[in-house]
Protein backbone atom coordinates (compact mmCIF):
# COMPACT_ATOMS: atom_id res chain seq x y z
CA UNK A 1 0.00 0.00 0.00
CA UNK A 2 1.53 3.43 -0.55
CA UNK A 3 2.40 5.71 2.33
CA UNK A 4 1.14 8.25 3.32
CA UNK A 5 2.24 11.88 2.85
CA UNK A 6 2.67 14.58 5.61
CA UNK A 7 4.06 17.96 4.53
CA UNK A 8 4.88 19.99 7.86
CA UNK A 9 5.18 23.77 6.45
CA UNK A 10 6.30 26.48 8.82
CA UNK A 11 6.65 30.29 7.62
CA UNK A 12 9.72 32.10 8.12
CA UNK A 13 11.99 29.75 10.13
CA UNK A 14 15.73 29.96 10.46
CA UNK A 15 16.96 27.22 8.89
CA UNK A 16 19.56 27.30 12.65
CA UNK A 17 17.08 27.34 14.87
CA UNK A 18 17.29 23.54 15.64
CA UNK A 19 19.22 21.79 18.49
CA UNK A 20 20.63 19.38 15.70
CA UNK A 21 21.77 22.03 13.92
CA UNK A 22 23.79 23.19 17.12
CA UNK A 23 21.73 26.06 18.34
CA UNK A 24 22.77 27.34 21.15
CA UNK A 25 19.16 28.35 22.51
CA UNK A 26 16.66 26.72 20.76
CA UNK A 27 15.22 23.04 21.60
CA UNK A 28 13.71 21.30 19.39
CA UNK A 29 13.54 17.84 20.42
CA UNK A 30 10.72 16.55 18.02
CA UNK A 31 11.94 17.83 15.02
CA UNK A 32 15.49 16.23 16.19
CA UNK A 33 13.35 13.46 16.14
CA UNK A 34 12.40 13.45 12.94
CA UNK A 35 16.06 14.22 11.59
CA UNK A 36 16.87 11.14 13.65
CA UNK A 37 14.59 9.08 11.73
CA UNK A 38 15.35 10.90 8.15
CA UNK A 39 17.62 12.67 6.35
CA UNK A 40 18.46 16.69 6.90
CA UNK A 41 19.49 18.61 4.04
CA UNK A 42 22.26 21.15 4.78
CA UNK A 43 22.07 23.73 2.09
CA UNK A 44 18.16 24.28 1.42
CA UNK A 45 17.18 27.48 0.00
CA UNK A 46 14.31 29.44 -0.39
CA UNK A 47 15.33 31.35 -4.01
CA UNK A 48 12.46 33.33 -4.15
CA UNK A 49 11.99 34.51 0.14
CA UNK A 50 8.75 35.54 0.75
CA UNK A 51 5.45 33.62 1.53
CA UNK A 52 3.49 34.18 -2.12
CA UNK A 53 6.30 33.12 -4.47
CA UNK A 54 8.15 30.28 -2.02
CA UNK A 55 4.41 28.78 -1.69
CA UNK A 56 4.27 28.63 -5.30
CA UNK A 57 7.51 26.78 -5.81
CA UNK A 58 5.99 24.44 -3.50
CA UNK A 59 2.90 23.62 -4.87
CA UNK A 60 3.98 23.80 -8.79
CA UNK A 61 7.27 22.07 -8.51
CA UNK A 62 8.75 25.02 -10.45
CA UNK A 63 11.17 27.74 -10.67
CA UNK A 64 10.35 31.42 -10.43
CA UNK A 65 11.08 32.09 -13.73
CA UNK A 66 8.31 29.84 -14.92
CA UNK A 67 5.76 30.72 -11.96
CA UNK A 68 6.45 33.81 -12.58
CA UNK A 69 6.68 35.19 -9.30
CA UNK A 70 9.79 36.82 -8.85
CA UNK A 71 8.40 39.24 -5.81
CA UNK A 72 5.56 39.26 -3.34
CA UNK A 73 2.17 40.32 -4.90
CA UNK A 74 -0.94 39.75 -3.71
CA UNK A 75 -4.04 38.78 -5.89
CA UNK A 76 -2.55 36.97 -8.49
CA UNK A 77 -4.69 34.00 -9.81
CA UNK A 78 -3.30 30.57 -9.26
CA UNK A 79 -4.00 29.12 -12.23
CA UNK A 80 -1.21 27.06 -12.87
CA UNK A 81 -2.02 23.69 -15.15
CA UNK A 82 -0.29 21.09 -11.94
CA UNK A 83 -0.33 21.23 -8.35
CA UNK A 84 0.92 19.06 -5.87
CA UNK A 85 -2.42 18.37 -4.20
CA UNK A 86 -3.99 17.81 -7.10
CA UNK A 87 -1.55 15.43 -8.30
CA UNK A 88 -1.37 13.23 -5.20
CA UNK A 89 -5.39 13.29 -5.31
CA UNK A 90 -5.34 11.72 -9.31
CA UNK A 91 -3.08 9.12 -7.07
CA UNK A 92 -5.32 7.83 -4.72
CA UNK A 93 -4.65 10.06 -1.72
CA UNK A 94 -7.34 11.69 0.27
CA UNK A 95 -5.96 15.19 0.44
CA UNK A 96 -6.62 17.71 3.08
CA UNK A 97 -4.76 21.36 3.84
CA UNK A 98 -5.29 22.78 7.47
CA UNK A 99 -3.86 26.18 8.17
CA UNK A 100 -2.06 28.51 5.72
CA UNK A 101 -2.27 28.81 1.76
CA UNK A 102 -1.71 32.49 0.70
CA UNK A 103 -2.88 31.75 -2.90
CA UNK A 104 -5.45 33.57 -4.64
CA UNK A 105 -8.28 33.37 -4.47
CA UNK A 106 -8.21 32.33 -0.67
CA UNK A 107 -10.21 29.49 -1.55
CA UNK A 108 -8.76 28.24 -4.48
CA UNK A 109 -8.28 24.50 -3.16
CA UNK A 110 -5.56 24.00 -5.98
CA UNK A 111 -6.62 20.25 -6.08
CA UNK A 112 -7.10 19.57 -2.31
CA UNK A 113 -10.16 17.96 -1.38
CA UNK A 114 -10.75 20.36 1.75
CA UNK A 115 -8.87 23.17 3.14
CA UNK A 116 -9.36 24.46 6.83
CA UNK A 117 -7.89 28.22 6.36
CA UNK A 118 -5.83 30.12 8.10
CA UNK A 119 -3.47 32.85 6.19
CA UNK A 120 -2.74 35.05 9.28
CA UNK A 121 -3.04 38.45 8.40
CA UNK A 122 -3.27 39.54 5.06
CA UNK A 123 -3.54 43.12 3.92
CA UNK A 124 -5.68 42.46 0.82
CA UNK A 125 -8.27 41.02 2.67
CA UNK A 126 -8.66 43.13 5.30
CA UNK A 127 -8.96 46.89 3.67
CA UNK A 128 -12.67 48.05 3.23
CA UNK A 129 -12.68 48.26 -0.25
CA UNK A 130 -12.08 44.61 -0.74
CA UNK A 131 -14.99 42.68 -2.12
CA UNK A 132 -17.00 40.79 0.53
CA UNK A 133 -16.42 37.12 -0.59
CA UNK A 134 -12.61 37.91 -0.40
CA UNK A 135 -12.95 39.76 3.33
CA UNK A 136 -11.39 37.76 5.75
CA UNK A 137 -14.37 37.84 7.11
CA UNK A 138 -15.07 34.86 4.12
CA UNK A 139 -11.87 33.59 3.87
CA UNK A 140 -10.41 32.42 7.44
CA UNK A 141 -11.75 29.24 9.37
CA UNK A 142 -9.71 30.19 12.29
CA UNK A 143 -11.26 33.75 13.73
CA UNK A 144 -15.13 31.48 13.80
CA UNK A 145 -13.74 28.62 15.90
CA UNK A 146 -12.52 31.50 18.49
CA UNK A 147 -15.13 33.51 18.37
CA UNK A 148 -17.37 30.74 18.98
CA UNK A 149 -15.74 29.50 21.69
CA UNK A 150 -14.98 32.63 23.60
CA UNK A 151 -17.25 35.04 22.41
CA UNK A 152 -16.95 38.58 21.09
CA UNK A 153 -15.53 40.17 18.16
CA UNK A 154 -12.13 38.82 18.73
CA UNK A 155 -9.55 39.27 16.03
CA UNK A 156 -6.24 38.41 15.12
CA UNK A 157 -4.90 42.04 15.63
CA UNK A 158 -5.96 41.89 19.36
CA UNK A 159 -2.40 41.17 20.81
CA UNK A 160 -1.63 44.90 19.12
CA UNK A 161 1.15 43.47 16.71
CA UNK A 162 1.58 44.15 13.30
CA UNK A 163 1.99 41.14 11.26
CA UNK A 164 5.18 42.10 9.99
CA UNK A 165 7.00 43.54 13.03
CA UNK A 166 9.96 41.44 13.39
CA UNK A 167 11.58 43.38 16.13
CA UNK A 168 8.65 43.64 18.47
CA UNK A 169 7.26 41.36 20.54
CA UNK A 170 4.75 40.10 23.64
CA UNK A 171 3.37 36.90 25.40
CA UNK A 172 -0.12 35.61 23.95
CA UNK A 173 -2.81 36.74 26.03
CA UNK A 174 -5.51 33.93 26.27
CA UNK A 175 -5.50 30.27 27.34
CA UNK A 176 -2.56 28.49 25.14
CA UNK A 177 -4.92 25.97 23.76
CA UNK A 178 -6.57 29.22 21.39
CA UNK A 179 -3.39 30.15 20.01
CA UNK A 180 -3.29 29.51 16.08
CA UNK A 181 -0.50 27.18 16.24
CA UNK A 182 -2.63 24.93 18.51
CA UNK A 183 -5.21 25.04 16.26
CA UNK A 184 -3.50 23.89 13.16
CA UNK A 185 -2.72 20.91 15.47
CA UNK A 186 -6.41 20.73 16.80
CA UNK A 187 -7.97 20.33 13.59
CA UNK A 188 -5.28 18.19 11.45
CA UNK A 189 -5.55 15.68 14.17
CA UNK A 190 -9.21 16.11 14.02
CA UNK A 191 -8.70 15.16 9.68
CA UNK A 192 -7.20 11.71 11.19
CA UNK A 193 -10.31 11.32 12.78
CA UNK A 194 -12.59 11.84 9.62
CA UNK A 195 -10.24 10.99 7.10
CA UNK A 196 -11.18 8.23 4.38
CA UNK A 197 -9.57 4.99 5.91
CA UNK A 198 -9.68 3.24 2.50
CA UNK A 199 -7.03 5.93 0.98
CA UNK A 200 -3.88 6.81 1.90
CA UNK A 201 -4.00 10.70 2.97
CA UNK A 202 -1.60 13.74 1.78
CA UNK A 203 -1.80 15.97 4.60
CA UNK A 204 -0.28 19.64 4.42
CA UNK A 205 -0.09 21.23 7.74
CA UNK A 206 0.98 24.38 7.38
CA UNK A 207 1.52 27.07 10.40
CA UNK A 208 1.66 30.52 10.08
CA UNK A 209 4.66 30.90 12.76
CA UNK A 210 6.66 31.55 13.44
CA UNK A 211 6.32 34.59 11.27
CA UNK A 212 5.47 37.71 13.07
CA UNK A 213 3.52 39.03 15.63
CA UNK A 214 5.82 37.39 17.94
CA UNK A 215 3.41 35.83 20.48
CA UNK A 216 4.52 33.05 22.21
CA UNK A 217 2.24 31.83 25.00
CA UNK A 218 3.72 32.70 28.07
CA UNK A 219 5.32 30.23 29.24
CA UNK A 220 7.13 29.66 26.60
CA UNK A 221 8.34 33.23 26.40
CA UNK A 222 9.36 33.69 30.19
CA UNK A 223 11.60 30.66 29.77
CA UNK A 224 13.45 32.17 26.52
CA UNK A 225 13.46 35.74 28.43
CA UNK A 226 15.48 33.95 31.14
CA UNK A 227 18.24 32.79 29.01
CA UNK A 228 21.18 34.69 27.46
CA UNK A 229 19.82 35.42 24.43
CA UNK A 230 22.29 35.14 21.76
CA UNK A 231 23.15 38.15 19.29
CA UNK A 232 22.37 39.12 16.02
CA UNK A 233 25.41 38.53 13.46
CA UNK A 234 26.48 42.04 11.75
CA UNK A 235 28.76 42.25 8.63
CA UNK A 236 31.57 44.26 8.57
CA UNK A 237 30.13 45.40 5.29
CA UNK A 238 26.39 46.17 7.25
CA UNK A 239 25.30 49.71 7.26
CA UNK A 240 24.77 51.76 10.44
CA UNK A 241 21.74 53.13 10.99
CA UNK A 242 21.64 56.45 10.70
CA UNK A 243 17.92 57.47 10.43
CA UNK A 244 16.79 55.67 13.22
CA UNK A 245 14.80 53.21 11.29
CA UNK A 246 15.02 50.54 13.89
CA UNK A 247 12.69 52.22 16.20
CA UNK A 248 9.67 51.64 13.47
CA UNK A 249 7.40 48.65 13.81
CA UNK A 250 7.14 47.54 10.67
CA UNK A 251 11.01 48.69 9.63
CA UNK A 252 13.04 45.79 7.36
CA UNK A 253 16.18 47.74 8.75
CA UNK A 254 18.19 49.77 10.67
CA UNK A 255 19.74 49.21 14.59
CA UNK A 256 16.54 47.96 16.96
CA UNK A 257 17.15 49.20 20.42
CA UNK A 258 19.23 46.27 21.92
CA UNK A 259 16.16 45.48 24.91
CA UNK A 260 13.74 45.62 22.44
CA UNK A 261 15.58 43.39 19.63
CA UNK A 262 16.56 40.60 23.05
CA UNK A 263 12.52 40.04 23.91
CA UNK A 264 12.02 39.87 19.64
CA UNK A 265 14.39 36.95 19.26
CA UNK A 266 13.51 35.57 22.43
CA UNK A 267 9.77 35.27 21.22
CA UNK A 268 10.92 34.16 18.02
CA UNK A 269 12.29 31.15 19.38
CA UNK A 270 9.96 30.55 22.04
CA UNK A 271 7.45 30.27 19.25
CA UNK A 272 9.58 27.53 17.62
CA UNK A 273 9.68 25.96 21.01
CA UNK A 274 5.58 26.20 21.06
CA UNK A 275 5.70 24.66 17.24
CA UNK A 276 8.07 21.90 18.20
CA UNK A 277 5.50 20.75 21.02
CA UNK A 278 2.63 21.17 18.83
CA UNK A 279 4.31 19.07 16.22
CA UNK A 280 4.90 16.37 19.19
CA UNK A 281 1.25 16.63 20.05
CA UNK A 282 0.50 15.52 16.54
CA UNK A 283 3.40 12.74 16.41
CA UNK A 284 1.80 11.09 18.92
CA UNK A 285 -1.80 11.26 17.65
CA UNK A 286 -0.75 9.51 14.49
CA UNK A 287 0.80 6.76 16.82
CA UNK A 288 -2.32 6.45 18.59
CA UNK A 289 -4.07 6.70 15.06
CA UNK A 290 -1.75 3.84 14.04
CA UNK A 291 0.03 5.95 11.09
CA UNK A 292 3.13 6.75 12.09
CA UNK A 293 4.83 4.06 10.51
CA UNK A 294 3.71 4.22 7.52
CA UNK A 295 4.00 8.13 6.60
CA UNK A 296 6.53 10.01 4.87
CA UNK A 297 7.12 12.91 6.88
CA UNK A 298 8.92 16.21 4.95
CA UNK A 299 9.48 19.32 7.42
CA UNK A 300 10.20 22.75 5.21
CA UNK A 301 9.85 26.78 6.33
CA UNK A 302 9.14 28.78 3.23
CA UNK A 303 11.90 31.12 4.38
CA UNK A 304 13.91 32.95 6.75
CA UNK A 305 13.63 35.58 9.16
CA UNK A 306 16.65 38.01 9.82
CA UNK A 307 15.88 38.35 12.86
CA UNK A 308 18.67 41.39 13.09
CA UNK A 309 21.14 40.27 11.07
CA UNK A 310 23.18 42.94 9.00
CA UNK A 311 21.08 45.28 10.59
CA UNK A 312 18.08 43.35 9.18
CA UNK A 313 14.67 42.01 10.14
CA UNK A 314 11.97 40.06 8.12
CA UNK A 315 12.68 38.50 4.75
CA UNK A 316 13.08 39.02 1.22
CA UNK A 317 17.00 39.51 1.17
CA UNK A 318 19.43 36.37 -0.11
CA UNK A 319 21.33 36.14 3.22
CA UNK A 320 21.57 32.66 4.93
CA UNK A 321 19.25 34.01 7.60
CA UNK A 322 16.36 35.04 5.03
CA UNK A 323 16.88 32.51 2.11
CA UNK A 324 18.13 29.16 4.13
CA UNK A 325 15.90 26.90 5.19
CA UNK A 326 15.32 23.40 7.29
CA UNK A 327 14.95 20.79 5.25
CA UNK A 328 14.04 17.46 6.55
CA UNK A 329 12.59 14.29 5.15
CA UNK A 330 11.91 11.60 7.70
CA UNK A 331 10.70 8.26 6.90
CA UNK A 332 10.17 6.61 10.45
CA UNK A 333 8.73 2.95 9.06
CA UNK A 334 11.25 2.55 6.26
CA UNK A 335 9.17 3.60 3.40
CA UNK A 336 11.81 4.88 1.42
CA UNK A 337 14.54 3.21 2.12
CA UNK A 338 16.74 6.20 3.43
CA UNK A 339 19.59 6.59 5.35
CA UNK A 340 18.50 7.95 8.55
CA UNK A 341 20.12 10.12 10.50
CA UNK A 342 22.64 11.76 7.67
CA UNK A 343 22.56 15.52 6.48
CA UNK A 344 23.07 16.22 2.80
CA UNK A 345 24.73 19.20 1.61
CA UNK A 346 23.48 19.22 -2.15
CA UNK A 347 22.07 22.38 -2.99
CA UNK A 348 18.37 21.90 -2.80
CA UNK A 349 14.91 24.38 -3.09
CA UNK A 350 11.66 24.17 -2.55
CA UNK A 351 10.37 23.17 -5.75
CA UNK A 352 12.16 20.04 -5.05
CA UNK A 353 9.30 19.45 -2.97
CA UNK A 354 6.33 18.27 -5.48
CA UNK A 355 8.89 15.49 -6.97
CA UNK A 356 9.70 14.39 -3.64
CA UNK A 357 6.61 13.84 -2.67
CA UNK A 358 4.78 12.53 -5.63
CA UNK A 359 7.78 10.13 -5.81
CA UNK A 360 7.32 9.04 -2.32
CA UNK A 361 3.13 8.36 -3.42
CA UNK A 362 4.48 6.27 -6.38
CA UNK A 363 2.75 9.09 -8.85
CA UNK A 364 3.98 10.39 -11.92
CA UNK A 365 5.98 13.82 -12.26
CA UNK A 366 4.26 16.22 -14.78
CA UNK A 367 6.17 17.66 -17.22
CA UNK A 368 5.81 21.00 -15.79
CA UNK A 369 8.15 20.30 -12.84
CA UNK A 370 11.41 21.70 -12.65
CA UNK A 371 12.84 20.38 -9.48
CA UNK A 372 13.94 16.84 -8.25
CA UNK A 373 13.07 14.52 -6.19
CA UNK A 374 15.40 14.52 -3.42
CA UNK A 375 14.86 10.68 -2.05
CA UNK A 376 17.97 9.36 -4.04
CA UNK A 377 20.33 12.02 -2.20
CA UNK A 378 18.72 10.69 0.87
CA UNK A 379 19.50 6.90 0.05
CA UNK A 380 23.00 8.13 -0.76
CA UNK A 381 23.07 7.85 -3.99
CA UNK A 382 25.47 9.07 -6.88
CA UNK A 383 23.53 11.35 -9.12
CA UNK A 384 23.83 14.19 -11.27
CA UNK A 385 22.42 17.35 -9.31
CA UNK A 386 22.49 21.60 -9.82
CA UNK A 387 25.46 22.73 -9.48
CA UNK A 388 24.13 26.21 -8.18
CA UNK A 389 20.79 27.94 -7.31
CA UNK A 390 20.02 31.19 -8.72
CA UNK A 391 17.51 32.59 -6.38
CA UNK A 392 16.63 36.33 -6.46
CA UNK A 393 13.37 38.71 -5.25
CA UNK A 394 12.13 42.30 -6.35
CA UNK A 395 12.23 44.06 -3.49
CA UNK A 396 12.87 48.13 -4.47
CA UNK A 397 15.94 49.72 -4.06
CA UNK A 398 17.46 46.39 -2.97
CA UNK A 399 16.16 44.07 -5.66
CA UNK A 400 18.66 41.22 -6.08
CA UNK A 401 19.84 38.44 -7.78
CA UNK A 402 22.60 35.76 -5.94
CA UNK A 403 24.14 32.54 -7.25
CA UNK A 404 24.71 30.04 -4.52
CA UNK A 405 26.37 26.51 -4.78
CA UNK A 406 27.21 25.86 -1.11
CA UNK A 407 30.56 26.92 -0.82
CA UNK A 408 30.18 30.32 -2.29
CA UNK A 409 27.52 33.36 -2.89
CA UNK A 410 27.60 35.73 -5.08
CA UNK A 411 24.83 38.70 -4.85
CA UNK A 412 24.20 41.22 -7.21
CA UNK A 413 21.78 44.67 -6.20
CA UNK A 414 20.59 45.54 -9.75
CA UNK A 415 19.06 48.48 -8.62
CA UNK A 416 22.64 49.83 -7.44
CA UNK A 417 25.02 47.29 -9.29
CA UNK A 418 26.59 46.66 -5.74
CA UNK A 419 28.06 43.31 -5.76
CA UNK A 420 28.80 40.80 -2.67
CA UNK A 421 30.32 37.87 -2.91
CA UNK A 422 30.96 35.10 0.26
CA UNK A 423 33.20 32.16 1.28
CA UNK A 424 30.34 30.47 3.07
CA UNK A 425 32.79 27.37 3.71
CA UNK A 426 35.14 30.14 5.97
CA UNK A 427 32.64 32.19 6.26
CA UNK A 428 29.24 30.87 6.84
CA UNK A 429 27.62 34.01 8.79
CA UNK A 430 28.91 36.22 5.98
CA UNK A 431 30.85 38.86 7.50
CA UNK A 432 33.06 39.40 5.32
CA UNK A 433 32.23 40.52 1.60
CA UNK A 434 35.29 39.98 -0.48
CA UNK A 435 33.49 40.84 -4.07
CA UNK A 436 36.72 43.61 -4.16
CA UNK A 437 39.36 41.32 -2.87
CA UNK A 438 41.74 40.66 -5.71
CA UNK A 439 42.49 36.97 -4.32
CA UNK A 440 38.54 36.10 -5.04
CA UNK A 441 38.48 38.60 -8.66
CA UNK A 442 38.17 35.35 -10.80
CA UNK A 443 35.46 33.46 -8.72
CA UNK A 444 33.23 36.88 -8.55
CA UNK A 445 33.55 36.93 -12.75
CA UNK A 446 32.98 33.45 -12.88
CA UNK A 447 29.63 33.85 -10.65
CA UNK A 448 28.77 37.27 -12.23
CA UNK A 449 28.86 35.44 -15.85
CA UNK A 450 26.68 32.33 -14.52
CA UNK A 451 24.24 35.06 -13.78
CA UNK A 452 24.56 37.19 -16.82
CA UNK A 453 23.25 33.64 -18.52
CA UNK A 454 20.90 33.14 -16.18
CA UNK A 455 19.29 36.67 -16.51
CA UNK A 456 19.72 36.68 -20.12
CA UNK A 457 16.28 37.51 -22.15
CA UNK A 458 14.36 38.16 -19.25
CA UNK A 459 11.76 40.85 -19.70
CA UNK A 460 13.39 43.28 -17.14
CA UNK A 461 17.01 43.46 -19.32
CA UNK A 462 18.79 42.99 -16.68
CA UNK A 463 21.26 41.24 -19.00
CA UNK A 464 22.16 41.27 -22.82
CA UNK A 465 24.26 37.77 -22.35
CA UNK A 466 27.47 39.79 -22.01
CA UNK A 467 26.75 41.47 -19.32
CA UNK A 468 24.95 42.90 -16.26
CA UNK A 469 22.94 46.31 -16.82
CA UNK A 470 21.87 48.34 -13.98
CA UNK A 471 18.69 50.29 -13.38
CA UNK A 472 16.44 47.77 -14.92
CA UNK A 473 13.18 48.13 -13.80
CA UNK A 474 12.48 45.08 -11.40
CA UNK A 475 9.12 43.72 -11.41
CA UNK A 476 7.13 41.22 -8.58
CA UNK A 477 5.53 39.13 -11.53
CA UNK A 478 6.96 38.33 -15.24
CA UNK A 479 4.13 39.10 -17.89
CA UNK A 480 5.67 36.40 -19.83
CA UNK A 481 5.44 33.44 -17.44
CA UNK A 482 2.92 31.57 -19.63
CA UNK A 483 5.89 31.08 -21.97
CA UNK A 484 7.84 29.66 -19.39
CA UNK A 485 5.91 26.44 -18.00
CA UNK A 486 6.05 23.05 -19.33
CA UNK A 487 10.09 22.92 -19.03
CA UNK A 488 12.35 20.23 -19.00
CA UNK A 489 13.20 19.33 -15.60
CA UNK A 490 16.55 20.55 -14.25
Not at 89 to 97: C, D, F, I, K, L
Not at 153 to 180: K, Q, V, Y
Not at 421 to 447: G, T
Not at 481 to 486: I, L, P, S, V, W
Amino acid sequence: MKPNVLLIMVDQMRFDCLSSAGHPIVETPNLDQLAAEGVKFGNAYSATPTCVPARAAVLTGMSQRSTGRVGYQDRVPWDYPHMLPEEMSHAGYHTQSVGKMHVYPSRNLCGFHNVILHDGYLHHNRFKNTPYQESFEQTDDYLPWLRERLGGHRDITDIGLDCNASGMSRPWHLPEEFHPTNWVVTQSIDFLRRRDPRKPFFLKMSFVRPHPPFDPPPAYFDYYMSKEIDEPVIGTWAANDEEGLGLLPTTRRGVVPEQRLKRARAAYYALIAHLDDQIGRFLQAMIEYQVYQNTVILFVSDHGELLGDHHFLAKSLAYEGSAKIPFILSDPGNQLGIQKGTTCDKIIELRDIMPTLLEAAHAPIPETVEGKSVIPLAKGMEIEWRPYLHGEHSFGDLSHHYIVNGKEKYIWYSQTGIEQYFDLVNDPKEIYNLSQDHRYSERVAYLRNILVQELEGREEGYSDGAQLIVGCQPKAVLNNREKMRGLKRS
